[in-house]
């Protein structure tokens, strides 16, 4: 069965643009979770799409959003880029989205750099 | 808000050696999950173990194991026989009832040959 899947691997952008990330889960996997990861930070939660519906947010501003289709693969956007936002972005996706015990498989990561 | 805490940055062990990387979180909450994940250079997160919170009994996959202690909100992670590929950083993530994962900062692990 294939893994989670994410493209671009790699992205550069300039500060002010738009990006769209996108990923896709591992067949029959519903949720899916989108990360931030940093240096700095360590791993930020960034938000969790299960069924088509955000279950879960993090804290992040109104600039990162995401959505996710009815074949669970999702998409993060991320609007009027700031320098801050060069990260690796990871997503996850586990297979069901109830509260049982949930692993999460994550993928291979967007490494965004803006310039 | 739940906080994960990994106060070792970075550890070295000598190949065939045991280490401990240290783990530690605050919760409200009484049932919830325990991961440590493993991030090797430039390559996936994957998951090394997990812990139940409702389970007294300590978590055990070959070489890793965990000592699990909720009262302390503490979960150290155990390498026994340290091997070259167990260099990676590691990360301790918390899952709680509304399936929001929350991780530390990472202990990097470098095993000397």
């Known amino acids: 069965k294939a893994g989670v899947t994410q493209t671009p691997r790699y992205l550069i952008k300039t500060r002010g643009q738009q990006v769209t990330l996108s990923c896709s889960p591992i067949?029959?996997?519903?949720?899916v979770s989108w990360y931030q990861q940093t240096p700095g930070q360590g791993l930020q939660f960034l938000f969790e799409y299960f069924s088509e519906t955000q279950r879960n947010k993090g804290n992040f501003p109104g600039r990162f959003s995401g959505r996710q289709f009815s074949n669970s693969r999702s998409e993060m956007n991320v609007s009027t880029l700031e320098l801050g936002d060069s990260a690796l972005y990871l997503c996850?996706?586990?297979?069901?989205?109830?509260?049982?015990?949930?692993?999460?498989?994550f993928g291979p990561g967007t490494r965004l750099t803006v310039l | 808000a739940q906080t994960v805490t990994q106060s070792q940055p970075e550890m070295s062990v000598q190949e065939a050696e045991t280490v401990t990387l240290s783990c530690t979180y605050d919760t409200s909450e009484s049932d919830y999950y325990l991961f440590w994940y493993k991030q090797p250079p430039s390559r996936q997160m994957i998951l090394v173990i997990r812990q139940e919170a409702y389970k007294q009994q300590n978590a055990t996959e070959n070489r890793f194991s965990v000592n699990f202690q909720k009262a302390a909100k503490s979960f150290s992670l155990k390498i026994s026989d340290s091997q070259l590929g167990d260099a990676a950083m590691y990360f301790c993530a918390y899952r709680d009832n509304f399936n929001k994962f929350y991780f530390g900062s990472g202990t990097k692990l470098n095993v000397k040959p």
């Open positions: 996850a996706s586990s297979l069901v989205g109830d509260y049982s015990y949930n692993e999460q498989f």
């Open positions: 067949s029959g996997h519903r949720s």
